[in-house]
């Protein structure tokens, strides 16, 4: 069903900034609510930030609150992560995933794992001197 792709992980400093984006070549992200999900080694998979179809609603998990920033860009058919003033405990692999498009997730409680059966291949984050 519904492929996603991640993209734009790498090695970047403590401060620096990533931008991750998330795309699907054989469906339209906007009739999605998308997830950023991080997991980092020995850890459980967690929300980072989660956005509604149509991009009025956002959530951040409390850890990259006011640092990470979700968003949807129709006309590219992609969600980005804006990552800024990383720091070491961002290290994770990155995962973008979806609900479907006639679930909508409670406001209080979006960024549930079990609410995004899509899941994408993840992308590597690591922030290191």
């Known amino acids: 069903q519904l492929q996603l792709v991640e993209s734009g992980g790498g090695l970047v400093q403590p401060g620096g900034s990533l931008r991750l ?5 054989e469906f339209t992200l906007k009739y999605y609510a998308i997830g950023w999900f991080r997991q980092a080694p020995g850890k459980e998979r967690e929300g980072v930030s989660c956005i509604s179809s149509s991009g009025g ?6 850890s990259v609150k006011g640092r990470f ?52 291949q993840g992308t590597q984050v690591t922030v290191s001197s």
């Open 69 to 120: 920033t979700i968003s949807r860009d129709n006309a590219k058919n992609t969600v980005s992560l804006q990552m800024n003033s990383l720091k070491p405990e961002d290290t994770a692999v990155y995962y973008c995933a979806a609900t479907s498009p006639e679930f909508e997730p409670p406001v209080q409680r979006m960024c549930v794992l079990t609410w995004y059966p899509y899941w994408g």
């Open 57 to 62: 609603t956002t959530t951040y998990a409390d």
């Open 21 to 25: 984006s998330c795309a699907a070549s």
